[in-house]
Nanobody
Framework: QVQLVESGGGLVESGGSLRLSCLASGFTFSRFLMSWFRQAPGKERDLVASVTRSNEGINYADSVKGRFNIYRDNTQNTIYMQMNDLKPEDTAVYYC?????WGQGTQVTVSA
């Protein structure tokens, strides 16, 4: 079955960096647009970034432009998101997404 498994979250100080990974299985990974979403406590789940099948099209939320970088490795069935200059408002659970399939999420906490 389709499965998405995130990793790489953690606790970091403001200004720090983290790299999230999402390992996909159960489908032909290279054929699908993949995305990262995040959900902060008490808020809706919002799109952070998305990447098309061969890294040719990338979209970012305005709040992360210039700080986050999404990319994929189709040979490893994995998408990544390099997050730099993290801010306390980036604190959330980050989810990998393909259409209607979600991973379990990975917690990112940024201390002031």
């Amino acid at each position: 079955q389709v499965q998405l498994v995130e990793s790489g979250g953690g606790l970091v100080e403001s200004g720090g960096s983290l790299r999230l990974s999402c390992l996909a299985s159960g489908f032909t990974f290279s054929r699908f647009l993949m995305s990262w979403f995040r959900q902060a406590p008490g808020k809706e789940r919002d799109l952070v970034a998305s990447v098309t099948r061969s890294n040719e099209g990338i979209n970012y939320a305005d709040s992360v432009k210039g700080r986050f970088n999404i990319y994929r490795d189709n040979t490893q069935n994995t998408i990544y998101m390099q997050m730099n200059d993290l801010k306390p408002e980036d604190t959330a659970v980050y989810y990998c997404n393909r259409r209607d399939t979600w991973g379990q999420g990975t917690q990112v906490t940024v201390s002031a």
